[in-house]
């Protein structure tokens, strides 16, 4: 045994490392278990974004809640998407760079803290503050970046670092702008956002990993889709003990799982990796993912709903609390196929299925107080042609 290992364990990660690019053939490359507690964290700004979403949508407040939930959402997944691709290509895993994530971690939930103000009252100030503390971090490890790189790749860093550092100010007019012009600078700090990285990596792409980048937005989705579960659970286990309709709960819960396990079954047939050849392909696929995992999570937020309303609780019509479940479940469907999987259908019948399948969860919205059965239905009748087609047309994945 070494003195690094004396129980026969991994050495201790040093101090500091000069922090390069890591390399995209670099074999074996798959998510840390910082990277993990990373995403575990993220799991509460989820739920909290989710139960905010579901009290405006049982008192009929859609036309303010999924605005709301959508500015809310993209904070969260914004955060998120910075971390991942700087840690693809930099993870240095040394100690000054897991002391900086957990800053970054501490950022996330100051933001989970200041949900509930920024979708009730607008008031983003806990939320800006959260994302402060995530963007310090993040903008020391990118000129961390550039101190130990040279030429295009060290500007490339540098870029980085300023463009945070401003979107960083710009927010600030959701801090001090009327509540009207809010919405609006919204719109233009999200563009700005995502302006960042097309404009830092214009002359150097910076080394991300293909599969370690399909893995960890893999493991978002699982993170959402188990969000997704637990509230559809507490949502189904507090009606139980508030009422004995099991005749319209059970179907409920039945439902919701089946689309629970569809979404997670489409979403994880194909080998995405392969597609992420480059910037090019990559960042079309990774910036609609932000409406692919809104969509998941909203999924649990509306059958909760639905619950409620079947219960009594909600006060809405049986209609909408349908449309709650079957609007990100058919939304959920296109998106996968339109920004992940429609890369690797082959021929028009499987190109089809999704697309189709959105379009009968839709129509589901119909069906009543059966809509969530139904969708769950659809769902894993979708899987089940899915898979048919595969076997008539075989390759790698399918679904």
């Avoid at 101190?147 to 300023?162: C, D, I, K, V």
């Avoid at 509306?302 to 939304?331: C, D, M, N, R, Y």
């Avoid at 890369?343 to 028009?348: F, L, Q, V």
Wanted: hydrophobic letters at 50%; proline letters at 5%.
């Amino acid at each position: 045994m070494s003195e690094d290992a004396p129980h026969g364990g991994p050495p201790p990660p040093s101090v500091v490392r000069r922090m390069t690019g890591r390399g995209r053939e670099e074999p074996h490359r798959t998510a840390t278990p910082l990277e993990l507690f990373f995403d575990l964290c993220f799991v509460v700004a989820v739920a909290v974004a989710g139960r905010e979403l579901v009290h405006a949508l049982a008192e009929g407040h859609a036309a303010h809640g999924v605005p709301g939930y959508l500015m809310v959402f993209f904070a969260i997944w914004l955060a998120w998407l910075n971390f991942t691709w700087f840690a693809s290509a930099y993870d240095t895993d040394d100690v000054l760079y897991r002391v900086v994530t957990l800053i970054q971690i501490t950022g996330v939930l100051i933001l989970s803290a200041g949900i509930p103000r920024a979708f009730d009252h607008s008031d983003f100030s806990v939320v800006w503050f959260g994302y402060l503390v995530m963007r310090l971090a993040l903008v020391s490890q990118w000129l961390r970046a550039a101190h130990s790189t040279r030429g295009a790749e060290r500007r490339t860093a540098l870029t980085y670092a300023a463009g945070v550092s401003l979107c960083q100010v710009g927010w600030l007019g959701v801090l001090f702008l009327p509540d009207r012009a809010k919405p609006w600078v919204f719109l233009v700090m999200a563009c700005a956002e995502l302006a960042v990285p097309l404009f830092a990596e214009r002359n150097w792409q910076t080394a991300w990993h293909p599969h370690h980048i399909a893995e960890r937005y893999g493991l978002f989705t699982i993170i959402v889709l188990g969000e997704t579960v637990s509230a559809a659970t507490v949502a189904v286990q507090s009606a139980l003990e508030e009422s004995e309709e099991l005749g319209e709960l059970l179907p409920m819960a039945a439902g919701g799982l089946l689309l629970i396990f569809a979404a997670f079954w489409i979403y994880f047939a194909v080998p995405i990796h392969q597609h992420l050849a480059s910037n090019r392909q990559s960042f079309l696929w990774g910036y609609g993912h932000y409406f692919v995992f809104a969509s998941a999570a909203a999924i649990g937020a509306g059958i909760e709903v639905a619950v409620e309303q079947a219960v009594g609780k909600a006060h809405v019509s049986t209609f909408a609390a349908a449309g709650a479940v079957t609007v990100p479940g058919a939304l959920f469907m296109f998106l996968v196929w339109l920004f992940h999987s429609r890369h690797y259908k082959r021929g028009p019948a499987q190109q089809l299925v999704l697309p189709v399948s959105a379009l009968a969860i839709l129509a589901c919205t119909f069906a009543g107080g059966s809509a969530v059965l139904l969708t769950g239905l659809v769902a894993s009748a979708t899987v089940g042609t899915g898979v048919w087609l595969s076997t008539r047309n075989p390759r790698p994945a399918e679904a």
